[in-house]
């Protein structure tokens, strides 16, 4: 395997999860339809790139996991492009969502409100096939995953 090939999926996994960490709490409350706390939730756990590889950091930035590029080498090269064609998607998904989702904010009108939430659910939709093999791409990489990614996974699962 090259490691060009790995290098990149490293790099495309840990960007997709790094815009899904972006809206994760807006995706949250947006399911849920709970407001948002008065103070910004800190997760137990954040995915990174980190010299070359996949790296799990607690808050304040204290390494809880890491998985180098040796260790994925294994994973069929198909796999690992295919990373990449995932993190494009989640790319798209998000400015999209950056773009829509600020809407509700500002919507009196039922029937906007109801036009923006029915085009936020279908991004959150689309999405969740890229999240999940995403996702799936890390576990498989030998990467536990903990918190809001499992929480945010099983709630975008039901949409």
Request: a negative charge; proline letters at 4%; aromatic letters at 6%.
């Amino acid at each position: 395997m090259d490691i060009a090939t790995v290098t990149a999926a490293i790099s495309a996994a840990t960007a997709a999860v790094g815009l899904f960490d972006r809206i994760a709490d807006q995706v949250e409350r947006f399911i849920t339809k709970q407001p948002a706390p008065s103070v910004p939730r800190e997760h137990r756990q954040t995915i990174v790139e980190s010299r070359g590889d996949i790296v799990a950091r607690a808050p304040g930035g204290a390494e809880l996991q890491r998985i180098t590029a040796a260790q994925i080498q294994h994973l069929p090269a198909s796999q690992l492009r295919h990373i990449q064609v995932l993190e494009k998607s989640m790319e798209a998904h998000y400015q999209i969502w950056e773009s829509v989702y600020p809407q509700l904010a500002s919507l009196d009108s039922p029937v906007q409100r109801a036009r923006v939430d029915q085009q936020l659910t279908q991004v959150i939709r689309d999405m969740r096939k890229d999240l999940d093999g995403i996702l799936s791409f890390l576990q498989l990489s030998g990467l536990y995953l903990d918190d809001h990614y499992m929480h945010i996974r099983h709630l975008v699962a039901q949409v």
